[in-house]
């Protein structure tokens, strides 16, 4: 009888250097990993006749998304001397078929992330698009699919009642939210004239799709403090399970806020009837305060749900690596990190960062959800923050002591860096080449990590880590030009915005599959 596998294992690893020999060791090797994972996938999971019952979180169609992200990515993925990449495009429409499947759309069930039906739908769209027509070949019959989506996201509440029990529509796997992300990807792409006109409905829906996703939260926020009491209490609360309030950034609100900031200023803030950003700041805050008060874990829910585990999760759907992406993406937001920036965040970070980094060698394995690549995404997103935010981060840290009267602003950072980050999620990613089903090639492994339930998917498995790695070959490069830049010019902070590479490499980085980066890319 095989031994029980611990919830994690003891990290032993070594940060990795950041230094140009190491960075360039490091990318060749994950060049290598993503090449041989695109191997194992396409060996693991051919393509279907038919659509599955996943979405993009366990399905096929998730497989094809990372395939559309790779292609986007792959001039970071060789150098011009090496052999060519595969066809990535070319492998993504094998597993997009062009009809299907026929299920009927529900409230609650809208988020193409967790839902087959809308999974198909969106993949076509951007399918389409990437195929370079313009979205000529859009269906009708797709477009259609997504305004009904819209329409009944707009007419549900802020509860769904499903099998005798409420739960929340708000959240990205199932919920408003991701079908909110996936409508502010497909806006970014270019279209012909005809298929603009025919989406336009869609894209006009935004600002109402935003209202309702946050007159959910207040409305959370007041049942819950009727039923627990104020003094717990979030300005923005999103029921999960009924009478339990996620916090994740699959199922909670560490996702639906992160997705919220993915929008235009104008649709949170416009001026006269929306002034959503400080709702969402000191909803950001309180989050915060709360995983500092757990030493750096973040709850699965408010108010904890009992478990059998003897430590709290710590991966991206519930735990600490989700109020770490939530705070990459709001530090890298001008208009709330200038202006509601607090000592908080950069304590949560610390501390969460320092959980993850003792705690997320997930016998799960090495995928997104609940995997070390998930875990070391938010960290790759974080060396950005720190690395290329300077400016602005001082800006807040100012408008933060006009604010509050006070002569200098608490440095609660320490020594964190966009080294210190960079580091830690290089090494993880190196360390995930151990996980099933990549590592039963190799047959080496230092960890009894366990084969996912859908090795090869993109939340679950295999090409969620590739992804995860192709992410971080174009991070590197990103650095290496940084530095490149900085011998030339002799100076610490060049103008980057100013360099076309950089510029180049800032677009093929697509940030964490159903959250972003830094907004909306087009590919989810």
């Not at 062009?98 to 609650?108: E, I, V, W, Y």
């Not at 802020?158 to 409420?166: A, T």
């Not at 995983?291 to 430590?311: E, Q």
């Not at 290496?480 to 180049?504: C, N, T, V, Y």
Request: hydrophobic share 40%; proline share 6%; glycine share 8%.
């Amino acid at each position: 009888m095989p031994t029980q596998r611990p919830q994690y294992y003891r990290n032993t690893l070594r940060p990795i250097r950041i230094d140009k020999a190491t960075l360039l060791k490091t990318l060749k090797d994950l060049r290598i990993a993503v090449r041989h994972g695109t191997e194992l996938i396409q060996t693991g999971s051919s393509p279907p006749d038919h659509w599955d019952s996943g979405g993009i979180f366990n399905g096929t169609p998730g497989i094809a998304l990372a395939f559309l992200r790779l292609e986007q990515q792959a001039p970071s993925l060789t150098e011009k001397a090496e052999s060519s990449l595969p066809d990535f495009h070319q492998l993504a429409i094998q597993r997009i078929l062009p009809k299907g499947p026929q299920l009927p759309l529900q409230p609650g069930q809208l988020s193409p992330i967790g839902s087959s039906s809308l999974a198909a739908v969106v993949l076509r769209i951007l399918a389409s698009i990437t195929s370079g027509d313009a979205g000529s070949g859009v269906s009708e019959e797709d477009i259609s699919s997504l305004h009904m989506a819209v329409e009944l996201a707009l007419e549900h509440g802020h509860v769904i009642h499903r099998r005798g029990h409420n739960i929340g529509g708000d959240e990205v796997l199932y919920g408003r939210a991701g079908l909110l992300w996936a409508i502010l990807n497909i806006r970014t792409q270019v279209f012909d004239a005809e298929t603009r006109e025919a989406l336009l409905p869609v894209f006009e829906a935004i600002p109402r799709l935003v209202d309702v996703i946050i007159e959910a939260g207040r409305q959370g926020a007041r049942d819950f403090a009727k039923r627990y009491g104020e003094q717990n209490a979030l300005p923005l609360m999103w029921m999960w399970l009924e009478g339990y309030y996620g916090l994740g950034a699959v199922h909670g609100m560490t996702g639906i806020l992160t997705v919220l900031l993915a929008c235009r200023v104008e649709e949170l803030d416009d001026g006269v009837s929306r002034n959503y950003l400080p709702w969402i700041a000191s909803t950001t805050t309180g989050i915060c305060r709360v995983c500092i008060a757990n030493n750096g874990h973040l709850p699965t829910s408010i108010p904890p749900r009992s478990s059998s585990r003897s430590s709290p999760l710590v991966q991206i759907c519930h735990g600490s690596p989700g109020i770490l992406l939530l705070l990459a993406r709001a530090r890298r937001d001008p208009h709330l990190t200038t202006h509601f920036w607090q000592p908080e965040w950069d304590e949560a970070i610390r501390l969460a960062t320092e959980r993850v980094w003792e705690e997320g060698l997930l016998s799960k394995g090495g995928s997104l959800c609940h995997g070390i690549a998930g875990n070391a995404w938010p960290l790759l997103l974080l060396h950005d923050c720190f690395e290329y935010n300077g400016q602005q981060m001082d800006e807040a840290k100012r408008n933060y002591r006009v604010r509050t009267h006070a002569t200098s602003s608490p440095n609660t950072v320490g020594d964190l860096s966009g080294d210190y980050f960079l580091s830690r999620a290089l090494a993880f990613l190196l360390h995930a080449r151990e996980t099933l089903p990549y590592s039963r090639a190799s047959g080496t492994s230092s960890y009894d990590y366990r084969m996912p339930d859908n090795p090869f998917s993109l939340f679950e498995g295999l090409a969620g880590t590739v992804c995860a790695w192709a992410e971080a070959c174009v991070a590197i490069q990103a650095r290496l030009r940084k530095m490149e830049l900085e011998d030339w010019h002799k100076m610490s902070d060049p103008a980057l915005a100013d360099d076309e590479i950089f510029e180049q490499l800032a677009f093929q980085q697509l940030g964490f599959p159903g959250l972003g980066r830094n907004g909306p890319s087009g590919l989810l």
